[in-house]
């Protein structure tokens, strides 16, 4: 199987910044699309930003212009970064994974690393 490892969370005040990373691991797969989803208490999760293995990104509105997703396919990893960062970013953020292997195709996701943005 394929496991993803998030890391980079942590207690920022607003309009601050936070990187955070991904890293997939495994054998015998290949990753076509990587993301971000965010879920805070009493909400749904929600997309943040996703990337394909081709470069093609996609962000949600409300991070249009503040955060950027990137990867290094050589390393399966993908990297969320978040600047201007508000107090309603507060969630917990998980990386999510589409990947092939044998053929098939399986949707993977993360632990989850906190965001906590307050003054």
């Known amino acids: 199987q394929v496991q993803l490892v998030e890391s980079g969370g942590g207690l920022v005040q607003p309009g601050g910044s936070l990187r955070l990373s991904c890293a997939a691991s495994?054998?015998?797969?290949?990753?076509?699309?990587m993301g971000w989803y965010r879920q805070a208490p009493g909400k749904q999760r929600e997309l943040v930003a996703s990337i394909t293995s081709g470069g093609t990104t996609n962000y949600a509105d409300f991070v249009k212009g503040r955060f950027t997703i990137s990867r290094d396919n050589a390393k399966n990893t993908v990297y969320l970064q978040m600047n201007s960062l508000k107090p309603e970013d507060t969630a917990v953020y998980l990386c999510n994974a589409a990947a092939r292997r044998n053929g098939w195709l399986y949707n993977y996701w993360g632990q989850g690393t906190q965001v906590t943005v307050s003054s």
């Open positions: 495994g054998s015998g797969f290949s990753i076509s699309s």
